[in-house]
Nanobody, 125 residues
């Protein structure tokens, strides 16, 4: 079965950086779209960034353009999200998600089939 396991969350001071990792196992499709979402409180999960197989088609949602980088290892099994210049509003639970196929057209929660349990990021002043 598919498993996505996130790590790297924790407490960080405003202005700092964080590297989140997501290790995927059980994916049978060779072409997958991997994404990071975040959920603040009871809000819906909002997409932060997504990346296609081979590191192609990486893109970011506001307010992460220019201060986040999504990447994968060469095997495509681990997806990373590095965020710089963290601020208090970045406090959230961050989730890794996966869907078969290319990233095109996959914009929200409902478009992603597999989810990790999430990792909490808390930014303090």
């Amino acid at each position: 079965r598919v498993q996505l396991v996130e790590s790297g969350g924790g407490s960080v001071q405003a202005g700092g950086s964080l590297l989140l990792s997501c290790v995927a196992s059980g994916l049978t499709n060779t072409d997958n779209c991997m994404a990071w979402f975040r959920q603040r409180g009871l809000d819906r999960r909002a997409r932060v960034a997504r990346i296609g197989t081979g590191g192609h088609d990486a893109d970011y949602k506001y307010p992460f353009e220019g201060r986040a980088t999504i990447s994968q290892d060469s095997a495509g099994k681990t997806t990373y999200l590095q965020i710089h210049k963290l601020n208090l509003e970045d406090t959230a639970k961050y989730f890794c998600a996966s869907a078969p196929g290319a990233c095109w057209g996959k914009v929200g929660e409902a478009d992603f089939q597999y989810w990790g349990q999430g990792t909490q990021v808390t930014v303090s002043s």
